[in-house]
């Protein structure tokens, strides 16, 4: 069992950036690839980025290559997601998110989520 608990969303203006955290309890933490998804008003939550359980292999979704990192500490039982140039169209709630799997979908352990709003 894992429990998530995502933090350091906000307002920020276009072009700014933000570094999101979340913390993980349970045991295994190492063992689990993390996640980040978000969903926006009137939309489907969609992938943004996911990093197996060594932190040797990261996927991303288009959207955000380039702009988003994702990484984690293993010792803090901590992901991150550091989210640079900010746009509008990122204005989302995030979530964290924990499978066995690296993958982009289906993941079997969801945090409550952070606001992020990007103002133009």
């Known amino acids: 069992q894992v429990q998530l608990v995502e933090s350091g969303g906000g307002l920020v203006q276009a072009g700014g950036s933000l570094r999101l955290s979340c913390a993980a309890s349970?045991?295994?933490?190492?063992?689990?690839?993390m996640g980040w998804f978000r969903q926006a008003p009137g939309k489907e939550r969609e992938f943004v980025a996911a990093?197996?359980?060594?932190?040797?292999?990261?996927m991303y979704a288009d959207s955000v290559k380039g702009r988003f990192t994702i990484s984690r500490d293993n010792a803090k039982k901590t992901v991150y997601l550091q989210m640079n140039s900010l746009k509008p169209e990122d204005t989302a709630v995030y979530y964290c998110?924990?499978?066995?799997?690296?993958?982009?979908?289906?993941?079997?352990?969801w945090g409550q989520g952070t606001q992020v709003t990007v103002s133009s």
């Open positions: 998110a924990a499978d066995e799997r690296l993958k982009s979908y289906d993941y079997a352990y």
């Open positions: 349970g045991r295994t933490f190492s063992s689990y690839t």
């Open positions: 990093i197996r359980w060594s932190g040797g292999i990261m």
